[in-house]
């Protein structure tokens, strides 16, 4: 027995020396995907699994079902790219050095209106810190290692305790240079890593523990269950596929809203009581994702269903913890909330991809109320929905391949709200303020003022534009493979006057008062995060056209640009506010080795 084991031993150590390790994790955002799913279109395939980050091994399959032979002469470059990319690993050690510095100056004309890092289209999910530097470790076959160290400046920094005295935008001119004006110590960014896991695994499935970002959807708006706005997750995921099938199994985790909620709502400027602070609760997000692929690759169908677990005294139901349960027949109501996603895309012919994706927060069954109803005395549960309909065409150029993409999308007012039910003592199940719910409203918890302060910044879970909104988009471009992309960009907003702070309610619509269909015109309920809702009272419709691109100019070097126009009329739901503009310009250079 014990020759046994040492030749098995002897075995496996010899694998994991000399066979290729396939388990780096590529982010979301990644350009490989981005590549592979241009070259899935443009061969008539469905499109790649759409839940990301994605390992090596997974990338890896995608790319086997391209026959390169038959690829046009701009494809082959494309193909070729993205294999390099993936199969880079073959050529690294067991532990590498990774270092990337940017260079980026932000201008804008709207210095008064256009305040915090959000109310720019590049957001700061895109802005770059000044210096990264990361680590890759492979441990035989089935290991991998990441963390990066990054010098920036935060999101979010306060003076004085207070984050609205100078918010970011304040001045026409910034940069992501530390230390250098208008930034200065106290904007140090002191929340890195965010991106810092381990992840396992073979060529059929990986395993992934730490700090990551998400993204499930087709969306290039956002998308309804996990968008990527948030910046990083807390999570654990294990994410098994073939060819034709994909299941992926997550839990995400979040501070509690106990920590920066009390009996008026939200928290001014979501602050909590700094590092010291007793932080009680436990809130995640467990969800599964389907995806299969049929017809030939032509059609994927994509089944998820999710979670939202809350308990203020860290109490864990073990029940819940099944990956294969239907999680909306646990019955646990005081402690959960269920979610479920649809989605349809398809190839009809090379070249052209169609989606849709639904998400049923909430949602009339016969025999309930029905919010629509007038009938006196009726309270019913509003509906909350959401609909995310696009195309993506492909073109092959004689050097390169143009892009384009036009998409929709609509939400109902009470998406991603929800009571608090038992969890914050309404017997009613009438959500009252400083209640805040079982909801997909989550923060990200971040220090500012050098680690003084503590900031819990609170965002959607799923689309990034909330609830009450009705969204269109057409973006156009042309790619060169190695060289540059250049794209164009329109995108216009409808937002009616629920936020992610409207306090749900049950609904009393008596004589048809209350407006369900988005985008709405008048915030009927209280507001976590505003005292006075009286002067929302009209939809507000954001504008933009913009232009951006990026350009390879040696290896390792790029140098990238954007141009956004803004115009906000009624901003902030608001008729008596005249329109608001900005012109914002990013104007950036990498260089990596």
Same mark, same amino acid.
């Given at each position: 027995?014990?020759?046994?084991l040492?030749i098995?031993l002897?075995?496996?150590?010899?694998?994991?020396?000399?066979?290729?390790n396939?388990?780096?994790?590529?982010?979301?955002?990644?350009?490989?995907?981005d590549?592979?799913?241009?070259?899935?279109?443009?061969?008539?395939y469905?499109?790649?699994?759409?839940?990301?980050?994605?390992?090596?091994?997974?990338?890896?399959?995608?790319l086997?079902?391209?026959?390169?032979?038959?690829?046009?002469?701009?494809?082959?470059?494309?193909?070729?790219?993205?294999?390099?990319?993936?199969?880079?690993?073959?050529?690294?050690?067991?532990?590498n050095?990774?270092?990337?510095?940017f260079?980026?100056?932000?201008?804008?004309?709207?210095?008064?209106?256009?305040?915090?890092?959000?109310?720019?289209i590049?957001?700061?999910?895109?802005?770059?810190?000044?210096?990264?530097?990361?680590?890759?470790?492979?441990v035989?076959?089935?290991?991998y290692?990441?963390?990066?160290?990054?010098?920036?400046?935060?999101k979010?920094f306060?003076?004085?305790?207070?984050?609205?005295?100078?918010?970011?935008?304040?001045?026409?001119?910034?940069?992501?240079?530390?230390?250098?004006?208008?930034?200065?110590?106290?904007?140090?960014?002191?929340?890195?890593?965010?991106?810092?896991?381990?992840?396992?695994?073979?060529d059929?499935?990986?395993?992934?523990?730490?700090?990551d970002?998400?993204?499930?959807?087709?969306?290039?708006?956002?998308?309804?269950?996990?968008?990527?706005?948030?910046?990083?997750?807390?999570?654990?995921?294990?994410?098994?596929?073939?060819?034709?099938?994909?299941?992926?199994?997550?839990?995400?985790?979040?501070?509690?809203p106990?920590?920066?909620?009390?009996?008026?709502?939200?928290?001014?400027?979501?602050?909590g009581?700094?590092?010291?602070?007793y932080i009680?609760?436990?809130?995640?997000f467990?969800?599964h994702?389907?995806?299969w692929?049929?017809?030939?690759?032509?059609?994927?169908?994509?089944?998820?269903?999710?979670?939202?677990?809350?308990?203020?005294?860290?109490?864990l139901?073990?029940?819940?913890?099944?990956p294969?349960?239907? !999680?909306?027949?646990?019955?646990?109501?005081?402690?959960?909330?269920?979610?479920?996603?649809?989605?349809?895309?398809?190839t009809?012919?090379?070249?052209?991809?169609?989606?849709?994706?639904?998400?049923?927060?909430?949602?009339?069954?016969?025999?309930?109320?029905?919010?629509?109803s007038t009938?006196?005395g009726?309270?019913?549960?509003?509906?909350?929905?959401?609909?995310?309909?696009?195309?993506?065409?492909?073109?092959?150029?004689?050097?390169?391949?143009?892009?384009?993409?036009?998409?929709?999308?609509?939400?109902?007012?009470?998406?991603?709200?929800?009571?608090?039910?038992?969890?914050?003592?309404s017997?009613?199940?009438?959500?009252q303020?400083?209640?805040?719910?079982?909801?997909?409203?989550?923060?990200v918890?971040?220090?500012?003022?050098?680690?003084?302060?503590?900031?819990?910044?609170?965002?959607?879970l799923?689309?990034?534009?909330?609830?009450?909104?009705?969204?269109?988009?057409?973006?156009?471009?042309?790619?060169?493979?190695?060289s540059?992309?250049?794209?164009?960009?329109?995108?216009?907003?409808?937002?009616?006057?629920?936020?992610?702070?409207?306090?749900?309610?049950?609904?009393?619509?008596?004589?048809?008062?209350?407006?369900?269909?988005?985008?709405?015109?008048?915030?009927?309920?209280?507001?976590?995060?505003?005292?006075?809702?009286?002067?929302?009272n009209?939809?507000?419709?954001?504008?933009?056209?913009?232009?951006?691109?990026?350009?390879?100019?040696?290896k390792?070097?790029?140098? !990238?640009?954007?141009?956004?126009?803004?115009?906000?009329?009624?901003?902030?739901?608001?008729?008596?506010?005249?329109?608001?503009?900005?012109?914002?310009?990013?104007?950036?250079?990498?260089?990596?080795?």
């Amino acid at each position: 027995m014990k020759k046994t084991l040492l030749i098995l031993l002897i075995a496996f150590l010899g694998f994991s020396l000399f066979a290729y390790n396939a388990q780096t994790i590529f982010p979301v955002g990644s350009p490989v995907y981005d590549w592979i799913k241009a070259l899935y279109i443009a061969e008539g395939y469905a499109l790649p699994s759409t839940s990301g980050p994605w390992s090596a091994a997974e990338l890896g399959k995608m790319l086997e079902k391209i026959d390169e032979p038959s690829l046009p002469v701009n494809m082959k470059a494309l193909y070729k790219q993205a294999c390099d990319a993936v199969h880079e690993t073959e050529e690294r050690s067991d532990f590498n050095l990774n270092f990337d510095l940017f260079v980026e100056a932000y201008l804008h004309t709207n210095t008064g209106s256009y305040l915090g890092r959000d109310a720019w289209i590049r957001g700061w999910d895109e802005m770059k810190p000044f210096f990264r530097f990361s680590t890759d470790a492979y441990v035989g076959t089935p290991f991998y290692g990441y963390f990066e160290f990054t010098l920036g400046n935060s999101k979010t920094f306060t003076v004085s305790g207070n984050p609205y005295t100078r918010p970011w935008g304040s001045s026409s001119f910034n940069s992501n240079l530390p230390m250098v004006p208008p930034n200065d110590m106290k904007q140090l960014d002191f929340n890195m890593p965010y991106r810092a896991f381990v992840a396992a695994g073979s060529d059929v499935i990986s395993f992934q523990m730490g700090r990551d970002n998400l993204s499930w959807g087709a969306g290039t708006t956002g998308n309804l269950i996990i968008g990527d706005q948030l910046g990083y997750h807390d999570l654990f995921r294990v994410a098994a596929f073939t060819k034709s099938f994909k299941w992926t199994f997550l839990l995400s985790f979040f501070p509690h809203p106990q920590n920066y909620y009390d009996s008026t709502g939200y928290l001014p400027g979501g602050t909590g009581g700094g590092q010291s602070q007793y932080i009680n609760g436990i809130r995640f997000f467990m969800g599964h994702r389907l995806e299969w692929r049929m017809l030939s690759d032509k059609m994927t169908f994509t089944l998820t269903e999710g979670v939202m677990y809350m308990s203020k005294d860290n109490r864990l139901d073990l029940i819940v913890l099944n990956p294969s349960m239907l !999680y909306h027949n646990n019955y646990t109501r005081s402690l959960t909330n269920s979610i479920l996603g649809l989605e349809l895309d398809c190839t009809p012919i090379k070249g052209l991809n169609l989606y849709v994706s639904m998400v049923i927060d909430e949602s009339v069954l016969p025999g309930e109320p029905n919010p629509e109803s007038t009938t006196a005395g009726n309270l019913a549960e509003p509906n909350g929905r959401g609909f995310i309909a696009g195309a993506t065409y492909i073109l092959n150029a004689k050097q390169g391949y143009f892009h384009f993409n036009a998409e929709g999308a609509y939400t109902d007012p009470y998406l991603y709200l929800r009571d608090g039910d038992l969890q914050s003592g309404s017997a009613s199940r009438t959500q009252q303020k400083g209640e805040y719910g079982i909801n997909y409203v989550v923060a990200v918890r971040e220090q500012a003022d050098c680690g003084g302060t503590t900031i819990y910044d609170e965002q959607f879970l799923g689309y990034q534009h909330g609830g009450d909104a009705i969204v269109a988009s057409l973006n156009a471009g042309y790619a060169k493979a190695g060289s540059f992309d250049v794209s164009v960009n329109l995108f216009y907003m409808l937002h009616g006057t629920h936020d992610q702070w409207t306090v749900w309610t049950r609904i009393d619509n008596t004589a048809g008062r209350m407006n369900q269909a988005s985008p709405t015109t008048n915030h009927q309920t209280e507001n976590q995060n505003d005292d006075d809702v009286s002067d929302r009272n009209s939809v507000e419709k954001t504008f933009v056209a913009g232009i951006n691109g990026s350009f390879n100019v040696l290896k390792g070097l790029k140098v !990238y640009g954007q141009l956004d126009f803004v115009s906000k009329i009624n901003p902030d739901n608001d008729s008596t506010r005249a329109p608001e503009h900005d012109l914002q310009l990013t104007i950036g250079s990498s260089y990596s080795f």
